[in-house]
């Protein structure tokens, strides 16, 4: 899919070069350590899940985590950018892995958890509401959203860059737009944590309840 065919700035962005460097920053066995706190945490309350979509996959970290603490659970991923996307095929498979925008994504079968972690901070507020309604129609049971918090909508400059992140409370809007949407459960990551250090992270699971 060519730049000129994006909706927005912020996919043009991501499929791009800075894309690919986000790929060197954010890999590494220390990562794959506090993942997997992190889920083990986060997904207590879900019990033994099966299937799982992660929205923003890039190369993998989270899919590895998950797939370690649930050997059987069948893993999707959606990346927008080819390089990310190549290097994720190698680990959960070529026919589980769809290179393309968020909003080009459509679900064909529900999975048991739909996941994004540090994804929905980047997505044009303008086109949050699709990105809301894809993860909703996604999941069968459970939806686990993981990203910077503010109580009200604000922009930040991300790395020399402006209008690339956005701090808002997604998961309250979410619970607000689905009616049949349970929190269930939430906590924070902390960047300067002694063992399993994260970006500062706000995360909330939420359950289907129809």
């Keep these: 899919m060519s730049g000129n065919s994006f ?22 066995e220390y990562l794959l350590a506090s993942n997997l706190s992190f889920f083990s945490n986060s997904l207590k309350q879900a019990g033994k899940i099966k299937s799982c979509i992660e929205f923003g996959a890039n190369i993998g970290m989270n899919l590895k985590a998950l797939k370690l603490l649930y050997p ?56 949050l509401s699709t990105v ?34 956005f701090k808002r409370d997604f998961a309250g809007e979410m619970l607000q737009l689905y009616s049949d949407l349970k929190l269930i459960d939430y906590g924070f990551l902390y960047k300067n944590d002694p063992v399993f250090p994260q970006d500062d992270i706000t ?8």
């Design 72 to 127: 059987d659970l069948k893993l999707n991923g959606i990346e927008i950018n080819s390089t990310a996307a190549g290097e994720l095929k190698k680990i959960i498979g070529e026919n589980s892995v769809y290179n393309c925008s968020i909003f080009d994504f459509e679900p064909i079968e529900k999975v048991e958890l739909a996941l994004i972690k540090g994804v929905l901070i980047h997505i044009n507020p303008e086109y």
């Design 7 to 28: 909706k927005t700035e912020q996919e043009v962005f991501w499929a791009g070069e800075f894309g690919i460097e986000y790929i060197d920053r954010n890999k590494g």
């Design 132 to 165: 809301y309604q894809k993860l909703y129609d996604a999941s069968s049971n459970y939806i686990l959203i993981a990203e910077y918090y503010n109580p009200s909508p604000v922009a930040i400059p991300y790395r020399g860059h402006s209008d690339r992140l």
């Design 203 to 210: 995360w909330f699971l939420l359950e289907k309840t129809k």
